[in-house]
């Protein structure tokens, strides 16, 4: 890294006398995917140094093609140092090594938890657009995705659905996740708690012949690969239950972040209820 940049970095990062704003960082790199779609919708273009190259991912990423536009790295800590940038967003489940490199260089990084309910997710879009200089519009998107949560409500007096969510490759969302709570507010009722689910989980063929839930929703797996959920979805067995279990499918792009993935998420979940139920959009 020259010396040029680090004195950025430094300026970029210092406040100012009086406790003045910082100033807004010009460089901006993600190492995670559901960090690049808040940079996608929070930074300036000019700001983004580079996305992760899962953002180009068009059946797991829902800014594919804004990223296909836009820098991309494969998360190495040579690359990410490239490119000099003033501010790093990372997960803690980023590479420790490029985590490492990063910090015996001196380069900002913030590192972002899984948010585990959409009141965490929020604050985390509060928080990346302060870190960018954006305040208004994270407080702008922060009231997107409230409302398009309260639009996926269900009609007043509706019974919740009793439902089990697949992730592809045979993994349940259970209690305590965020897709937990954006299915109860979307008038689902998530049973993977009767299969013993705590957090994430499989539930095995046979437990869903024994106990099957009103409606099975499953992601969709990538482009040529068959998931889990998928074959069990047309498992011949699961013709004992037919009269008993609906099937829905539900992206799995909308199933893996919070943030502005969460407006496309609440729409998604709203659509299944109603293709379900026969609802009126």
């Given amino acids: 890294m020259t010396a040029n940049r680090r004195a950025i970095i430094v300026g970029t990062l210092a ?8 100033v807004s960082p010009r460089r901006v790199a993600s190492l995670n995917a559901c960090l690049d779609a808040m940079l996608v919708h929070l930074a300036d273009r000019s700001q983004i140094a580079a996305l992760s190259h899962y953002a180009r991912e068009e059946h797991s990423s ?11 790295t494969w998360e190495s800590a040579e690359e990410i140092i490239a490119l000099e940038p003033d501010l790093v967003l990372a997960s803690k489940h980023s590479a420790l090594a490029t985590r490492n490199a990063l910090k015996r260089l001196h380069v900002p990084v913030e590192r972002f938890a899984v948010p585990k309910s959409i009141d965490e997710s929020l604050a985390q879009v ?17 009231a997107r995705i409230e409302a398009a949560i309260a639009a996926s409500a269900p009609p007043s007096g509706t019974r919740p659905l009793k439902t089990l969510i697949y992730q592809p490759n045979g993994f349940a969302a259970g209690p305590g996740t ?31 012949l024994v106990d099957p839930p009103e409606v099975l ?15 069990v979805m047309t498992h011949p067995a699961l013709r004992s239950v037919s009269g008993r279990m609906k099937t829905a499918r539900l992206p799995e792009k909308f199933l893996y972040c919070g943030g502005p993935v969460l407006i496309e998420t609440a729409y998604a979940l709203a659509k299944a209820r109603r293709d379900i139920q026969g609802e009126a959009a």
Avoid: C, I, Q
């Fill in 15 to 22: 406040v100012g006398v009086g406790g003045s704003a910082k």
């Fill in 62 to 72: 829902t800014v594919a093609a804004t990223a296909k536009t836009l820098p991309f």
């Fill in 126 to 142: 509060t928080k990346v657009a302060r870190l960018l200089g954006h305040t208004e519009r994270g407080r702008a998107l922060v």
């Fill in 178 to 208: 965020l897709v937990d709570e954006m299915m109860e507010r979307a008038g689902f009722e998530n049973v993977a708690r009767r299969y013993g689910l705590k957090t994430w989980g499989n539930v095995p063929l046979e437990r869903l």
């Fill in 217 to 231: 929703l499953a992601g969709e797996p990538a482009p040529g690969a068959r998931s889990w959920a998928d074959r």
